[in-house]
């Protein structure tokens, strides 16, 4: 049974990857439709965004009052809704309007299942359950380039998405009995047992706000290097844009790739260490960016980063209960997830006013400072809140 649990999140995590792309995917195909600027995209964005924050910040109390497997049943249901609301909407406000649901169903199922898994499971799995998120966010893309190859309209890859996640709904329904059977007499049956703690409570705890940091500062260098390495490849280094797309896919695959891999060295390696490895192998690879050379060594330097950003947000995730507490883990968890979206919204944006009023060159030097403030918080969080000596199975 405990096995058939960890498929069941198996699945769950590649549908959280799902959705997450979509909108990127479909935009091009979807504005002229709603005649709006191109740049209305981020509008959705920061709604869904907003949504996910506020999900996340609530998260401790839903899972405290509701249970993990309710929570995850009931908010993939309401992403699953806001699929279908895309799918049908004839206008950008009524895409605004289902964005609000979109965002609400993300948040608090992210921060409850990683608390769930931090809590039950080994490091191995928290590393394989983010590459299956990986293979969700790559999915998605592929089923609405298939719906519009296929003349279907982005409408059907909204659709398609949404009868997938409507599936794992039922799935996650029937569910619920072993998600029961899992919590009692587990740190979980702990952790629920105290009440929901308010953010000036959380913020008080030692380490808290250094982790939340730490958070911000790895989302915020992920998503930019993300968003920003084709257009540094193609901008400064000179490259087709093309040539630049594909090159900078490698930092994705990278990432992927990277997190499927951690899960064998995490036999090895404790939490900290594993995101220490991570903050070397970004180090040198934005390093590399910053020296002179032909273009295919672009190539090593985004795998390098990707690779390096594989092992760090899963191993922050499974060593939260270990520095806070079961009790409090699933609190910080539910911040540090806040926190990690405004870093998404607010630093990659930062960037483009950077490279718009500056240069796009600089984009290795953003990457360094953002890694060093990174590495600062999570000494400081490794001195505030050590680790436990009462390890989890």
């Known amino acids: 049974m405990i096995h058939l649990l960890l498929a069941i999140i198996y699945l769950a995590f590649i549908s959280l990857g799902l959705p997450d792309a979509l909108l990127g995917s479909a935009w091009p195909a979807m504005y002229p439709e709603f005649d709006v600027p191109v740049s209305y995209a981020g509008i959705i964005s920061m709604i869904i965004a907003g949504g996910t924050i506020v999900s996340s910040l609530q998260s401790d109390r839903l899972t405290r009052r509701l249970g993990t497997g309710k929570v995850t049943a009931i908010s993939v249901a309401a992403t699953a809704v806001a699929l279908f609301g895309f799918s049908i909407t004839n206008s950008f406000w009524g895409l605004c309007v289902w964005a609000i649901p979109y965002g609400l169903g993300a948040g608090s199922v992210d921060a409850a299942l990683n608390n769930y898994v931090a809590l039950h499971y080994k490091s191995m799995h928290m590393s394989w359950l983010h ?178 950003c594989a092992p760090i947000y899963p191993s922050i995730i499974h060593s939260t209960p270990d520095h806070f507490g079961a009790d409090k883990s699933q609190a910080v968890i539910g911040v540090q997830m806040a926190s990690a979206y405004v870093g998404t919204c607010l630093m990659p944006p930062l960037f483009g006013l950077i490279a718009n009023h500056i240069t796009v060159a600089l984009l290795p030097v953003y990457l360094l400072a953002v890694l060093v403030l990174m590495v600062i918080m999570h000494e400081l969080l490794s001195k505030k809140a050590p680790i436990s000596t009462v390890r989890r199975e």
Do not use: H
């Open 131 to 308: 590459c299956m998120w990986g293979i969700g966010a790559t999915a998605g893309p592929y089923l609405m380039g298939y719906a519009l190859a296929g003349d279907m309209g982005w409408n059907a890859g909204y659709r398609y998405i949404g009868i997938i996640q409507v599936v794992l709904t039922a799935i996650l329904i029937f569910s619920l009995p072993l998600w029961k059977r899992r919590t009692a007499g587990t740190t979980e049956a702990e952790a629920v047992a105290g009440k929901a703690l308010s953010l000036r409570k959380i913020l008080e705890i030692p380490g808290a706000k250094e982790v939340m940091l730490c958070f911000f500062c790895y989302c915020a260098l992920e998503q930019t290097a993300m968003l920003w390495a084709s257009s540094y490849l193609a901008l400064y280094k000179g490259m087709s844009a093309d040539t630049a797309a594909s090159f900078a896919s490698v930092f994705f695959i990278g990432i992927t790739v990277g997190r499927a891999l951690s899960g064998f060295i995490t036999m090895k390696l404790n939490d900290a260490q594993m995101i220490r490895l991570g903050q070397v192998l970004i180090a040198a690879g934005v390093a590399a960016m910053l020296l002179p050379g032909p273009q295919t060594v672009s190539l090593i330097e985004l795998s390098l980063v990707g690779l390096g």
